[in-house]
């Protein structure tokens, strides 16, 4: 259930999924197109580091019932692309493979929870574009994000 960042970058860096339920950057997916829109309207930056607390019942009954996406900018950050690399190949394990520029990755986001659960049948992530226009048809069974 890992999922590894590497390719043209300065740090390959290993994902995780399963702990974003407890990062606070986390967006439910109903409302992850939407509120990222008002947050840019309101020239908003979305930048907030995850914060390690203690989380409430009712908070924990909510995340075992609803689907979550989390930005992928920060990751991709965090990896230092180089200054030549301009897309990603999301490496999936059903072998067909695709490509999106580094700026729409930067700027997507990644399903990692659906309905409370992990994405066993065909994640371990899904990606959807900044402006969800490809939420009926995510990127499904990414295993690795290779930037080229």
């Not at 950050?77 to 490509?99: H, Q, R, Y």
């Not at 990606?127 to 080229?148: A, L, T």
Request: hydrophobic share 35%.
């Amino acid at each position: 259930m890992i999922v590894m960042i590497k390719g043209n970058v300065g740090y390959p860096i290993t994902l995780d999924p399963t702990v974003w339920i407890f990062d606070d950057r986390k967006i439910e997916l109903e409302n992850a197109f939407i509120e990222r829109e008002e947050k840019e309207s309101n020239d908003f930056i979305f930048q907030k580091p995850p914060v390690n607390r203690s989380i409430s019942k009712m908070e924990g009954e909510e995340y075992l019932k609803n689907s979550y996406v989390i930005p992928l900018h920060d990751f991709l950050n965090n990896s230092e692309p180089k200054a030549d690399a301009t897309e990603v190949e999301f490496i999936k394990s059903d072998g067909n493979n695709e490509k999106v520029t580094l700026e729409d990755a930067k700027n997507g986001y990644l399903l990692f929870s659906l309905e409370g659960k992990p994405l066993r049948e065909d994640g371990p992530v899904h990606f959807y574009f900044k402006d969800g226009s490809n939420q009926s048809n995510p990127i499904k069974r990414i295993k690795e994000i290779y930037v080229h």
